[in-house]
């Protein structure tokens, strides 16, 4: 199992910018789909971002154009970079890695993104 640790979460204004980062320790880090998701109190987790092994990028259709996933696996990080907040993206936001061959999926501790003014 992969350790993730995420941070960059915070209090912002609507309009504003953050850049989320997810720190992996794995040395097989290319053999990992990411992805960032989101859950507010009393609602299912939901994908945000993912991005595959082979740089595929997908994103809810409520994010596109607004938010930027992206990897460096020299370095075993993937990022979320979100720009025009707002109110509605206030959530814990979670880092998640799948293994592309076990399929076994990991999970970070997540973030909190607040987005008021």
Known sequence: QVQLVESGGGLVQPGGSLRLSCAASTSRFPLYN???????PGNMRESVAEITTDGT??????????????????????YLQM??????????????AQN????????????????SS
């Open 100 to 115: 592309r061959l076990t399929s076994i999926v990991s999970w970070g501790q997540g973030t909190l993104v607040t987005v």
């Open 57 to 78: 990028i997908n994103y809810v259709d409520s994010v596109k154009g607004r938010f930027t996933i992206s990897r460096d696996n020299a370095e075993n990080m993937v």
């Open 34 to 40: 990411m992805a960032w998701y989101r859950q507010t």
């Open 83 to 96: 720009n025009s907040l707002k109110p509605e993206d206030t959530a814990v936001y979670y880092c998640r």
